[in-house]
């Protein structure tokens, strides 16, 4: 299994800029992608960005393309998400996702970021 802790959730002004974590553990060698997803109150969970582990490659959802930045220090086993010029609208609970290879995918417990006008 693979175990996901997210980190660095808050509250923010509108145009700040905020960084989260997302920490794993277990079997990390296995990961084939890792992904940021968050959920609005009200509304289901949205996709916000991914990296493929391989090759680094990266996408975005086009609602944080040019504001959000995906990327992830393998030494550490360490996701992040960098969060800038931010909006009300980004306001959710941002969720850490990983695929493992041939199994399963695990999510984190989630990080509260509120973003005020």
């Known amino acids: 299994q693979v175990q996901l802790v997210e980190s660095g959730g808050g509250l923010v002004q509108a145009g700040g800029s905020l960084s989260l974590s997302c920490s794993a553990s277990?079997?990390?060698?296995?990961?084939?992608?890792m992904y940021w997803y968050r959920q609005a109150p009200g509304k289901g969970r949205e996709y916000v960005a991914e990296?493929?582990?391989?090759?680094?490659?990266?996408d975005y959802a086009d609602s944080v393309k040019g504001r959000f930045t995906i990327s992830e220090d393998k030494a550490k086993n360490t996701l992040y998400l960098r969060m800038n010029e931010q909006k009300p609208d980004d306001t959710a609970v941002y969720y850490c996702?990983?695929?493992?290879?041939?199994?399963?995918?695990?999510w984190g417990q989630g990080t509260q970021v509120t973003v005020s006008s």
């Open positions: 990296i493929r582990r391989s090759d680094g490659h990266v």
């Open positions: 277990g079997r990390t060698s296995s990961i084939t992608y």
């Open positions: 996702k990983a695929d493992e290879l041939g199994r399963d995918s695990y």
